[in-house]
């Protein structure tokens, strides 16, 4: 609760609630406020002095979207809750503040490799800026820590981990603080896809520094983590500053996966040629056979990875923001904080974890708004790889289950056949109408009565536990629907199943689109090392005919571009 904190030192003298005309606490340097102007009322004078701020130091025109009311909040001394996309303009919600209030502003980051670029970019811009965290050599650290206590910054990036070490917060206590700023805020959520622990610390900071104004920024947030955030960093008393998420110049596609790195060639040939783009693969070992592909392939692709040298990544990483049209190939340790406007692309070739994480990646590209392409290619391996890491996954059964429902949510944006946009929104809570830009308004997937072919294949299942005490894996159910007399069929006498060939009607690839459709809706299940094919509780109403399963039509190339004629039929 926010009550009155008894015995906790607080920092600083004076009201830190209320705005104060500049000059008489040293932190001036880009801060100045209209000087002496004693007949303004405060609030107006920090107002006029956001932006003055915003013209003289960042060279903007006006405000965009809530910017001027997050400010007016924070300069005002309340705090603040604000959730609004990549590209958004979240940076200035903080930065002006803290340039208007007396004091340093305090910025709490996990982006440690990108704190020398911002900070490099602000001093740039005349802004007073530095930062602590364990890149630093002692030397280095003591000389911000003078600056700091000297009044000599405006701003102070620190990395959380920092804030566990008590000679941080004894120096933060030394100074005067104008703002603490908590970025990447969706961090301290556990039900968040980005939890990280030293963020837990951050509660602390309202108990040490009651007076302080706080405001937390994220751009991925669903319902959950939001209330998770303002929870766990106590901010019932903040204002919250909700932003559409809808990033219009973005298309979204979702492909089935043939051959992956064939399919996104095609696309970065046929509609991104030159153009930068980032690439995510889950493995360190698909990052770099994806990027020596696409080398190999005349594009100009790096890999980044947490497995390669830091001076390696920084290079690539300090390459992809500087040079025009490179392709960066990476895990999803890339990208966090990179402001690149340009980013035409941001293609995944393996399932995201969540919808959040999807839509932060995603939210990477077309920063500048011009037209770009979010595009996942995702298949059956997919979803038994996300299965069994949620299965093997360290963690209580609840975390298991969080883990579940994250990816169960993102397959149900994959095998949607309404408006992708619509089902994105909806996920962070937001209404909308089908958007015309994406590959299911582009093209609408027709979806079909899958319950026979899903009854063949659970029959399958059943018959080779009941008559052979046996589990296979899919290749072995669909070589048996199919009626195929492989070795491995006839060396189990597999063609001896009554099941054997009742599924010839339909091709090899329709029947492992059946397979993971089943497995995405939780109608069939996967278990152990070898991805063996078990039945689950819904099984039996699918095989009792109690329920009807409906399916998603797919095209079966979809790798090129859809027509961009609304309304014609997928090619099948
Ligand atoms: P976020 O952190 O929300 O992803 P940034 O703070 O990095 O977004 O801002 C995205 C881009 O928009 C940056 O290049 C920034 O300088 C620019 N920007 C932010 N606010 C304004 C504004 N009011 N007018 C013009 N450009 C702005
Ligand atoms: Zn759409």
Redesign the pocket.
Known sequence: MSAPDFGTPRTGPGPDRTPLPDGADGSSGASALAEGAPAVPAAEAARGGALEV?HRV?G??????S?QEIIDQVVGGGDALVL??????????Y?IPALVRPGVGVVISPLIALMQDQVDALRALGVRAGFLNSTQDLDERRLVEAEFLAGELDLLYLAPERLRVESTLRLLERGTISLFAI?EAHCVAQWGHDFRPDYLALSTLHERWPRVPRIA?T?TATEATHTEIASRLKLQDARHFVASFDRPNIQYRIAPKNEPRRQLLQLLRAEHPGEAGIVYCLSRASVEKTAEFLVKNGVDALPYHAGLDARVRQENQARFLREDGLVMVATIAFGM?I?K?DVRFVAHLDLPKSVEGYYQET?RAG?DGRPSTAWLAYGYQDVVQQRRMIDTSEGDAAHRRRLGEHVDAMLALCETVECRRVQLLAYFGEKSDPCGNCDTCLTPPESWDGTVPAQKLLSTVVRLKRERNQKFGVGQAVDILLGKKTAKVIQFDHDGLSVFGIGSDLPEAQWRGVARQLLSQGLLAVEGEYSTLVLTETSGDVLSGARKVTLRKEPERAARAPPRTPGSAPSR
Do not use: I, N
Not at 84 to 90: A, H
């Open positions: 915003l960042f903007y025109e006006a405000f965009r979207g910017q609004m996309p990549t590209g958004g303009g979240k940076s200035l919600c930065q970025d920024l751009a904080g402001d406007p939210g920063r």
